[in-house]
């Protein structure tokens, strides 16, 4: 037997992150069966009524206020944990770290300071970017929420003082190898990468030190930087920048499709001032004429896998048919793939069910299966009429942004905390139309110390669910990481294998495996002409 | 429009990166384990104060 206890701190506010790491401490302690320290959110509320740890007490928490939810054995001393856990809130700091309360003394305390990495709520954003801007430092922005007009106003007086402000929402940067929020350990090179789009940043990077080469930097300018009312400000100023970087040799510029207008200018900067060789990745964009002038020094490419292969063959021809051989797949071989599925499924499972924690991953999903399957539906649809009612249930063809706020109120992101895809992924199997579940891993830092570890037992009882039914399940997955990446990529592939999971190199392949198993089509003929059309660049 | 100076970024890349961490704890350990020179700022946000008692401060203060 057990009992379940809840604490309600009111208004005590720690970030989520640390509530995470909070919670697996409390988890260790002794007679603690299981536990969970959370912001008293609805979705957490939600999710802790789940998992069994929600009381009366707990039910009356506002937002505000945290919850310290435990399920102890009945034996233990329920009174003595509980003193345990306010013992572990406050905690001071890791001995040996100081930490400062003002950007002054920190700044006094680190001379030469060059790069600022923000993360606070998004309205206070302005007056802490600001004063970095004011003394020619740099800036990651990682909040969300900043308003549009703040954004404007910052890159401004950025572009006035020559410094950059990659973001807001900028999920990754590589500045001089030093990964910035989440990014990965990649490999040092001729490639310089601008990107409105953060896990678009990481696919490219990993795949162009996976394919042999590497990058020289990789800026995240924030998604709305490509969109009209910013009017490309950080993009166009980041090419320039690597148009002067000596060390560059390709300039690579991923985003979703932008406003028409900074398209414009984006081509316009590279007919007019650049030198070097350019790769323009707008996932799902149209096809644009290139300027004659810029005949065999422009690609552009619609997948994030051309994108970076197409950044390899400019740096030398030999490499880019190493890096065919490394980071893609024969048409043959994804047929084959398909073929060997499409044979253990069942008739009637016929639904592809997409689990993703990287925003740009899922939006390229999405343009490929636009190809195979239409509009399918999401919380983050191509067409707005594909709206998910409930995100939490997903219907027909379903891609699922875990990242997104609805999922994410109060709680780390997935990448981080993968409990919901966890339990996302149960949920999927029982459904009997299901025949394939696709799932990113997006390792390096800020991500899960073991992600696949962390899967694992949910992926098996997803598999069982299925086969106590009679049924296949096939689950696709794709890893973006490296060997030198805290996880170690290929350690995680190999445990992802072992369980029964089909690793796929690159998002695109693991959509199209997806897309064509929905589709019920495995003739090498389709992959084949996917390949011409979405895996290579147009000159 | 004058160009844009692009002189402190091009710095930038030469120099070794050293980072301000202001707001999430958990990017100032990231960068930490990566062997980065950083600094972490604890950020709260400023008190709002009701517009009668800010008044009433801004003039004695």
Known sequence: MARVKNIVKTNFFRDSVQLLHLSEEVKKLKGVIDAALAMGTELNKELLEKEGLLTEEGRRASENDMIIAVKAEDSADIHGIIREIEELLTRPAESGETYYYSIESALKALPGANVALVSVPGKYAKDVVMEFINRGIHIHLFSDHVPLEDEIELKKAALEKGVLVMGPEAGTSIINGVALAFANVVDRGPIGIVAAAGTGLQETSVLITRGGSGITQGIGVGGRDVKSPVGG????????????????????????????????????????????????????????????????????????????????????????????????????????????????????????????????????????????????????????????????????????DLGEEEFTAGRAHPMIDPTIRLQRIVQEAKDPETAVIMLDFVLGYGSHPDPAEAHLSAIKKAKEIASDSGRHLTILAHVVGTERDPQNALEQENKLRKAGVILLPTNALMALVAGMIAKGDSSERTARNFFEKYLVGRR | MSEPDVSKVLRLFKEEVKVINVGLEYFYKELRKQGVNAAHVIWQPKPELEKDLEDILKKIL
Not at chain 1, 273 to 302: D, H, M
Not at chain 1, 313 to 342: C, G, M, Q, T
């Open chain 1, 233 to 400: 400000m950080m993009t166009l100023f980041s090419m320039r920048a690597l148009e002067a970087d000596e060390n560059t040799e390709v300039i690579t510029i991923v985003s979703k499709p932008p406003s028409p207008d900074v398209q414009e200018k984006i081509v316009n900067l590279i007919r007019d001032k650049g030198r070097k060789k350019y790769v323009t990745c707008f996932i799902g964009g149209q096809e644009f004429s290139i300027p004659v002038e810029l005949k065999g020094r422009l690609v552009q490419t619609n997948t994030l896998h051309a994108a970076s292969l197409e950044s390899i063959r400019f740096v030398s021809n030999s490499l880019y048919e190493k890096a065919l051989e490394r980071i893609s797949l024969p048409p043959e071989k994804v047929a084959k793939i398909v073929e060997d599925e499409l044979s253990k499924l069942r008739e009637g499972q016929r639904y592809v069910r997409g689990l993703f924690t990287g925003g740009t991953l899922l939006y390229e999903s999405q343009v490929i299966f636009k190809e195979f399957l239409g509009d399918v539906w999401s919380n983050t649809p191509l067409n707005k009429d594909f709206t998910l009612p409930n995100a939490w249930i997903s219907k027909e063809h379903s891609v699922i």
